[in-house]
């Protein structure tokens, strides 16, 4: 829900409250990804060290960070805070969603591991598409009534155009967005607290080549078909 309302609301404050244009928004969520896969390589190698939970609080914590950070935008921010915080929001779910889908892979049998997996994305598919719809109905109820260039709404050629006090109301609904982004990142902080343990078993020394070994034994000549001229 977090992650994919702040991609879904960051570049549309970059165009309608800070005027910019479609490629300057998508230049904000740069440091939002770089933070992501920057975080993800790091937190995979600590992870097996220091435990699944301590990483995954962490990323809760960067997480609401970063959306406190995103809350404190204005119609007079500066883009420094905006790329500051979409680094810190990055960062954050690089540690957690990682560190939460080997917590998943290492909780369960290994024949049950391929639906945990799946279930862990669709999870992750289902709390996406709730929370850019819940954010998308905070933001259309708070501009409810505005007039919008063209009638229809704001796209990102019309953005330069929009009024001081179109853009003011455009800042307001996008506050009360990242406002419930700050409530779902804190909520998510919470429950990592009550996370479980789990043993990390590491794994054996040439395990791939024995697994391969024992694959290619049981491919015997008996088990080939007899062709008949």
Not at 82 to 87: E, N, P, R, T
Not at 142 to 170: H, M
Request: charged share 10%; proline share 3%.
């Amino acid at each position: 829900m977090a992650l994919f309302g702040a991609i879904a609301f960051v570049p549309l404050f970059v165009q309608e409250v800070m005027g910019g244009t479609a490629t300057q928004a998508g230049q904000v969520l740069t440091p939002l990804f770089l933070g992501w896969v920057t975080m993800s390589v790091v937190g995979a190698k600590i992870t097996v060290r220091i435990g699944y939970r301590l990483v995954a609080i962490t990323g809760s914590v960067l997480m609401t960070l970063g959306f406190i950070g995103l809350t404190r935008l204005d119609v007079d921010s500066g883009r420094l805070l905006l790329l500051g915080s979409c680094l810190v929001l990055g960062a954050g779910m690089g540690c957690q969603m990682l560190s939460l889908l080997l917590a998943v892979q290492h909780g369960v049998d290994r024949s049950r591991l391929g639906i945990a997996t799946s279930l862990n994305q669709f999870a992750r598919s289902i709390g996406a598409a709730i929370g850019v719809a819940a954010m998308g109905a905070i933001m259309a109820r708070s501009i409810a009534g505005a007039a919008l260039p063209g009638g229809e709404g704001v796209t990102g050629a019309a953005s330069l155009a929009v009024s001081p006090e179109l853009r003011a109301q455009f800042a307001v609904a996008l506050h009360r967005v990242f406002v419930a982004g700050t409530m779902v990142s804190a909520t998510g902080l919470f429950a990592s607290l009550f996370l479980p343990h789990l043993d990390f078993k590491p794994v054996p020394a040439m395990a791939g080549e024995q697994l391969l070994e024992a694959e290619m034994a049981s491919l015997d000549s008996s088990s080939e078909p007899i062709i008949v001229e």
